[in-house]
Structures are given as C-alpha cells and as structure tokens.
C-alpha cells in the first residue's frame, strides 16, 4: 500500500542530543501524527496535527505540520535513553480519508 | 483515550490452521480498524471493520483470508485463515471516536504477534 516518506531511517545518537525527522508525501493531507513503537507494544501516539503551520509540543517533543501540507516534522529535545523505539509519521487526507504510516525511524540513544 | 485490550497477545501456529484475534475497546468508538505490520516494516491497513455490516478492505486483502466481525460498538475480531508462514506478522486493532469531532486520531491495541510454522 502507499506510504509516506520518512527519514532518517535510523538514527543512533548520545544521550542529550536533539534529535528530528521528517516525512514527507506527494498528497496533500489534513491531519499528520506522529507515533512511537516500543518493542512488543502497539504504537502509542505523541502529537496530533490538524492545522497547515501548526506547532505543536508534547514535553521535550515538537511537531509542525508543513505550509504546503505535505510534509511534517518532529523534533526531540535533549534525549534520553527511553526515547529509543521506532517512531511512524502518518498521514490523513483525500476523499478517502484513511490513515497513511511512513516507513518509520529507528531512534537509539546511548547512555 | 479508549483503553483497547487485544487478545492472544501472541501465538505460534501450525501452517493451514487459522486463528482469530480479539479486539475488545472499554467506550464504544465508532471506527475500528485492522492492520499488519510485517517483520521491521511498517503498519499497512487490512480493512475498516463497520458494525453491523461488510468490512471494508484494502487493496490486497480479501474477506476470504481475513474475515472480521463487528458485532456491537465495543468489540471486533479479525481471523487469519489458512495461515502460511508469509502472515507471520503484528496484527493491530485501532480505533477512532468521531463522536469527539470530526478529525480524531487513532489508538492502537498492543498487536498479536503471530508466527506460523
């Protein structure tokens, strides 16, 4: 099925690094979320975007949602070791309005 | 948010058995969803489970293979059938509550984790 572009594919970074990603997609969409998986769970969401420019922050996590509404990008400041996991954009727009994931990043943080 | 309890969280299964997992939400939602997330990919939407009625699937996914059941607001169920070791996968029940307004996320169950032998 379609999936968004995200990057990096994985990222392996020292304890107290920023750390972004981004997806991006050929379609114009009205919402994005971002998820993040930790192993043997389901994906728990971390921001919600409904909004072209909107900035949206969730503790040391911010996301902004594209002008042109097709991309989208998260930002996590300062990182700890519990923000390992694999994180997932996804997207909504279109007539159909389903739920679009990108490929996800890999997050590994070193102590 | 709802509180989405699957069940088996993980089973190992003979090849040619099918299997069917359980998705039981503590509010009623008005949307259900079922996905796969193969090994180290990504999550791709098998159907839209609609209550009292037909699931909707995705391209790539018949209701032969994977038959779901939508009984009430509350619960669905997705069967894996005739299982091959190519649906070893995550399987994940989601749901969304547009009673809240029109543009809602969704939230996931933890998975099933299915390996078939």
């Known amino acids: 099925g379609q999936q968004l572009n995200q990057s990096p594919q994985s990222m392996f970074i020292q304890e107290g690094e920023d750390v972004s990603m981004n997806c991006t997609s050929s379609s114009i969409f009205n919402t994005w979320l971002w998820y993040k998986q930790d192993p043997g769970e389901g994906p728990v969401l971390l921001i919600a975007?409904?909004?072209?420019?909107e900035l949206t922050s969730n503790g040391r996590l911010t996301a902004q949602f594209g002008i042109t509404r097709k991309d989208s990008f998260l930002n996590i400041s300062a990182s700890i070791p519990s923000d390992v996991g694999i994180y997932f954009c996804?997207?909504?727009?279109?007539?159909?309005?389903?739920?679009?994931f990108g490929t996800g990043t890999l997050l590994a943080v070193q102590p | 948010s709802a509180v989405i309890s699957q069940k088996p969280s993980r089973d190992i299964c003979q090849r040619g058995t099918s299997l069917t997992i359980q998705c039981q939400v503590d509010?009623?939602?008005?949307?259900m969803f079922w996905y796969r997330q193969q090994p180290g990919q990504s999550l791709t939407l098998i159907a839209t489970a609609n209550q009292g009625s037909e699931a909707t699937y995705e391209s790539g996914f018949v209701i032969d293979k994977f038959p779901i059941s939508r009984p009430n607001l509350t619960f669905s169920t997705l069967t894996v059938s005739n299982m091959s070791p190519e649906d070893s996968s995550i399987y994940l029940c989601?749901?969304?509550?547009?009673?809240?307004?029109?543009?809602?996320?969704?939230?996931f169950g933890d998975g099933t984790r299915l390996s078939i032998l």
């Open positions: 996804a997207g909504r727009g279109g007539a159909t309005n389903k739920l679009i």
């Open positions: 989601s749901v969304e509550d547009l009673r809240r307004g029109g543009n809602q996320p969704q939230h």
């Open positions: 975007l409904y909004k072209a420019g």
């Open positions: 509010s009623q939602v008005t949307m």
